[in-house]
C-alpha cells in the first residue's frame, strides 16, 4: 500500500519566519486547549494584564510610532468595491442609529402625542434593546443559509415600512409593536452591516475602519 501523501498547510496568518506545520500549530493554538483556570493562572493573568496592554506594536519594530500608526498607507489599499462594501454596511448602521437615537430624543413628544408619560414611551426604546437578540439570531442563521445580501435588502426593506410605520402610530400599543419589529430588524442589521463593512478589507486598513 503506498504511502499517504502528507500535505503542508499554511496559516493565512503565518510569517515568513514561520516555519511550523499546521498539526503544530494546531497543536499549540490556544483554542485547541482547555483554559487552565487554577488560581496562579488566575494571577498571572491579572498581574500580567495591564503591561500586556500597554506592550504596543511599534515597541517590537524598526519603524517609527507615526509610521506604525499612520492610517493613510492602509487606506490607499482599499479599491472601489472595498469602498463600496465599506460605505453600505456603514450607511446602513447609520440609519439604524438615527432611527434609534430620533425616537429617544423625541420621547416628550412622542408621550405627549399619544398621550401617555415618558416612562411609558421609554420602556418602547428598552423595548428594542431587549430585542436585538432575537434579530440577530434570526438573521444570522438566515445570512448563513441564503447569503447576507439578500438578509441587506430585506432589512433596509423592512427599515423603510416600520420607521414609516412609526409616524402613522395612533395608540400606544401599536407605538410598542412597531418599536418591537424595530428591535428585531435593528438587532439582524448590526452583524451583517459590520461583516460587510470589514470582511474583505485589507488587514492593515480594518483597525482605523
Not at 498607507?73 to 440609519?95: I, V
Not at 423595548?127 to 439578500?150: E, H, N, Q, Y
Not at 438587532?187 to 488587514?203: K, L
Request: some cysteine.
Amino acid at each position: 500500500m503506498r504511502d499517504i501523501t502528507k500535505v503542508e498547510h499554511i496559516s493565512p496568518y503565518s510569517t515568513q519566519s514561520d516555519n511550523k506545520t499546521f498539526a503544530d500549530s494546531e497543536h499549540n493554538d490556544l483554542f485547541n486547549e482547555k483554559p487552565d483556570l487554577s488560581w496562579p493562572s488566575i494571577e498571572h493573568y491579572f498581574a500580567t494584564r495591564i503591561p500586556n496592554m500597554l506592550d504596543l506594536p511599534f515597541y517590537h519594530t524598526e519603524k517609527k510610532w507615526y509610521q506604525v500608526v499612520n492610517p493613510i498607507p492602509g487606506l490607499k489599499e482599499m479599491t472601489a468595491l472595498d469602498w463600496n462594501l465599506y460605505m453600505l454596511g456603514f450607511l446602513a448602521w447609520s440609519l439604524d442609529s438615527m432611527d434609534f437615537f430620533c425616537v429617544s430624543v423625541s420621547a416628550s413628544e412622542i408621550a405627549a402625542t399619544l398621550k401617555v408619560s415618558v416612562t411609558d414611551i421609554t420602556w418602547g426604546v428598552t423595548l428594542v434593546l431587549m430585542l436585538r437578540s432575537v434579530g440577530a439570531i434570526i438573521f444570522g442563521i438566515a445570512a448563513d443559509k441564503f447569503g447576507r445580501k439578500w438578509c441587506y435588502i430585506t432589512i433596509c426593506t423592512l427599515f423603510i415600512v416600520v420607521e414609516m410605520g412609526t409616524g402613522f402610530v395612533q395608540t400606544y400599543k401599536q407605538f410598542l409593536g412597531v418599536r418591537a419589529v424595530f428591535g428585531i430588524l435593528m438587532g439582524a442589521m448590526y452583524p451583517i452591516a459590520m461583516v460587510t463593512a470589514i470582511e474583505g478589507q485589507p488587514t492593515v486598513a480594518r483597525s482605523v475602519l
